[in-house]
């Protein structure tokens, strides 16, 4: 890149590397009120499929955005496939780039077909209209109008406009957010697909279970920052613990005592409910119902599971990613 | 070489090459007559009511025998019967026999336009509002017919040549100010209301994300307005032809030019409108505001002639009245495009300037 700027001391610090995609350091984005995005440093492999996992407002969006060069950073710098934005080369970026926004209300009067068309137009290259809507099974409602589509259909429709042009990298919004799982299943197979062939995707979703399927690395996001990263698995582990207890009883219940209990890690009190984090359930299940009635609280129901990343968000925020 | 669209793709697997994508101007172009001609409502008042409206106008001010003025005379007046027949001579006036209440009322409801009655000190009283153009042509003919009747001769007989010429009739001037009221409209609204549609859809916002050329999805506004300008024109210039027999006296290329100045030039102030404006509430606001001065300023149904002499420099300086001008100029008078240059000017200049701050001001999302 010859008219790119005078490298950032940042990215001098850790020299570009081939296998990096995607790469951002010292992100910052304020709106009136609020600091959207807080200082954020990403590094997303090529062929990596990588997810932004957080809550509502958190700053997803807005970081996503500047990575895609739609938003205009207010500090730190941003290199998509070893490229920064502004300096000549945004077309070109453009052209390798599939991106789903969070919020776009595609032509309602357009059908299916002539949406992916108008899309492929945008083009120098792309895959034929035919094939991209093969590929998110839309076959039947090429001809159908946008605005009859189900909110299933229309993400699905959203997916092959970012697919048409072949892309390396594709970046998806929330794209299942609002969906019932047998659609969202429906895009998870597309994106699988996608990343199988080799592609390189930043997806931001506030479903746990949706980053843990597809992504091979997850940055946990509240506040703006990032507050844990690593593959689904690393972040779990970082538990210490693999299998998580939730219970609610009538009456007090004291917390310290339950730390004290033999294999459990962390005890934590939300709302109503009680969350302990365990290692060795078989001999922290006896304790714990021996515990609450010397406390002389009534156990009204209790449930375990395997540890997941919502678990990790709670451990780290004390609160539950659905409703945060 | 890559195997092209038209390819049968039906299974996935055997990845075929990667097609050349279709023109991006053709297709934005597409899209954009698609959306327009798949709403009802839009073809509705696009192309059904200027026609509707220009029907409606047409017949209610068709030139058929001139309305008689209404005179009321006071019974109370001496010797009623012989005026009311003095006046009744006069083919122009409908003569009424009214008492002095019901004359009063009569008049200041406006339901007869001059009074007849008798004061103290002179046989005759003409009672009237001189504001209103109909009270005082009935005062002259009353008064005409009056004294006529009582004796008064002529100092020269007048010859009267009344004319019906097509060509000066209302709808004449009506329709080339339809016209141009139409291509206002929807160049306006076709305009501003789809691109703060599309930005308010992040729509905008959307195909900033793709390598498309901002310029070619401006383009393809002025491509669609292109393509709707002809049937938009064409059903108002036939319609009026065919019904009313409103000619079109200059060269259609002449009208062809002149609308399609107009087009461009409404589709320039629509994108400055919606250049950055964020809802369709303000754009809507906006819109109308800049284009309720013109409905009544510009002359589409009646002469601006009629607004007071400091007024007429800012009446002609509207886009929308340079635009009828030109219109009436090709299609009334059938005057050569050279003779309207300066409302080509005007309209010229608008176009340029809209369009220049527009692109500057734009913003994607
Ligand atoms: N255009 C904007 N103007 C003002 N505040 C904004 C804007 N966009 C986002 N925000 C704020 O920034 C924060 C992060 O938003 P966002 O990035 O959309 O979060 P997420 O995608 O994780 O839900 C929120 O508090 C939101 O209200
Ligand atoms: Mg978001």
Redesign the interface.
Known sequence: MDSAPAPDPVFLASPARADIALRCAGLVKRYADVTAVAGIDLEIRGGECFGLLGPNGAGKTTTVEML?G?TLPDAGVVEVLGCRWGTGCD?DL??R?G?Q?Q?????E??TVA?TV???????????????VI??VELQEKQRA?VGKLSSGQKQRLALA?SLV??PDLLFLDEPTTGLDPQARIKIWEVVEEFHQRGGTILLTTHYMEEAARLCDRVAIMDHGQVIALGTPNELVASLGADQVVEFHVQGALLQEPLLRLSGVKAARKKNQGYFLTVTRIGEALPALLEEIARQGARLERLTTHQATLEDVFISLTGRVLRDA | MPETAGAPARHPEPKPGPVRPPNPVLELTLARIREFVREPEALFWVFVFPVLLAFALGIAFRNQAPEKLRVAVETTTPDVGRVVTLLSRSSDLQVLELSPEQAAQALRTGKVDLVVLQEPGSPYAFRYDPTRPQSRLARLRADDALERGLGRKDLVPIQEEPVSEPGARYIDFLIPGLIGLNLMGSGMWGIGFAVVQARTKKLLKRFAATPMRRSHYLLSFMLSRLVFLVPEVAALVVFGWIVFQVEVRGSLIALTVVSLLGSFTFAGLGLLLAARTKTIEAVSGWMNFVMLPMWLLSGTFFSYSRFPEFLQPAIRALPLTALNDALRAVMNEGLALSQSWLEILVLCFWAGVSFVLALRLFRWQ
């Open positions: 895609e739609l077309q453009r052209e780039m991106i926004l919020e776009t209300q595609l032509a009067k357009l002539e068309r108008l899309f492929q137009s945008f083009y120098r290259q792309g895959r034929p209209v035919e094939e093969g590929m109008r406009c042009c072949d």
